[in-house]
Nanobody, 126 residues
Framework: QLPLVESGGGLVQPGGSLTLSCVVSGGFEDYDGIGWFRQVPGKERERVASISTRDGGTAYSGFAKGRFTIIKDNAAKTVYLQMSSVNFADTANYYC???????????????????WGRGTRVTVSS
């Protein structure tokens, strides 16, 4: 079984909402943080949001603040990314990642994560 499995991607209209899911098969005991990243062809993979599995603290990139919400469900062993008021720039492949160590740079850098899911595609189109 894969450590991380994303789902929930698809086609959404501008201004609409979408929720992505990341199932952490082994639970959160072995991880200190879970992050959501996104990437478009030819561009660097960028952090969207992150959450601490220890104290629940969250952090968001500027473009995500006020529109996206990262949520951790311990019982379901799942981290969600709730997206609202989406725009064309949100079109990307979205990935979840898990860090096995405490944050060094507030879980902002890709190098802080040890496991990655395969990704799920989000397309914003009218």
């Amino acid at each position: 079984q894969l450590p991380l499995v994303e789902s929930g991607g698809g086609l959404v209209q501008p201004g609409g909402s979408l929720t992505l899911s990341c199932v952490v098969s082994g639970g959160f005991e072995d991880y200190d943080g879970i992050g959501w990243f996104r990437q478009v062809p030819g561009k660097e993979r960028e952090r969207v949001a992150s959450i601490s599995t220890r104290d629940g603290g969250t952090a968001y990139s500027g473009f995500a603040k006020g529109r996206f919400t990262i949520i951790k469900d311990n019982a379901a062993k799942t981290v969600y990314l709730q997206m609202s008021s989406v725009n064309f720039a949100d079109t990307a492949n979205y990935y979840c990642a898990a860090a096995t160590k405490p944050p060094r740079f507030q879980f902002h850098l890709r190098e802080e994560y040890d496991y990655w899911g395969r990704g799920t595609r989000v397309t914003v189109s009218s």
